[in-house]
Nanobody, 125 residues
Framework: QVQLVESGGGLVQAGGSLRLSCAAS????????MGWFRQAPGKEREFVAA????????HHAAFVKGRFAISRDNAKNTMYLQMNSLKPEDTAIYYC??????????????????WGQGTQVTVSS
């Protein structure tokens, strides 16, 4: 079992920045992939970014490239999402997730077996 706890969400003006954190506990994450997804009201959950825990390989969705950056701190078992140049359309609940087997980078929510409770990000215009 893996427990995930997100933090760092909040209200920010357009153009501002936030850093989300996802603290993991439980089973070792050394061979797995962690990711960020988001879900806006009335929309389906969508992939934002992913990182492989051991190698640190990353992949970002096209709509956040150049603005968001995923990273992790192995020693702290924590993943981060640095979000810059935020836009009102970035408003959503952001979830962190981890796969329950080695798959490399995955953009599919169905590959992630463990999810956090989500943290709200609201960007005002």
């Amino acid at each position: 079992q893996v427990q995930l706890v997100e933090s760092g969400g909040g209200l920010v003006q357009a153009g501002g920045s936030l850093r989300l954190s996802c603290a993991a506990s439980g089973r070792t994450l050394a061979t797995y992939t962690m990711g960020w997804f988001r879900q806006a009201p009335g929309k389906e959950r969508e992939f934002v970014a992913a990182i492989t825990w051991s190698a640190g390989s990353t992949h970002h969705a096209a709509f956040v490239k150049g603005r968001f950056a995923i990273s992790r701190d192995n020693a702290k078992n924590t993943m981060y999402l640095q979000m810059n140049s935020l836009k009102p359309e970035d408003t959503a609940i952001y979830y962190c997730a981890v796969t329950n087997y080695y798959i490399g980078i995955s953009t599919s929510a169905s590959d992630y077996g463990y999810w956090g409770q989500g943290t709200q990000v609201t960007v005002s215009s």
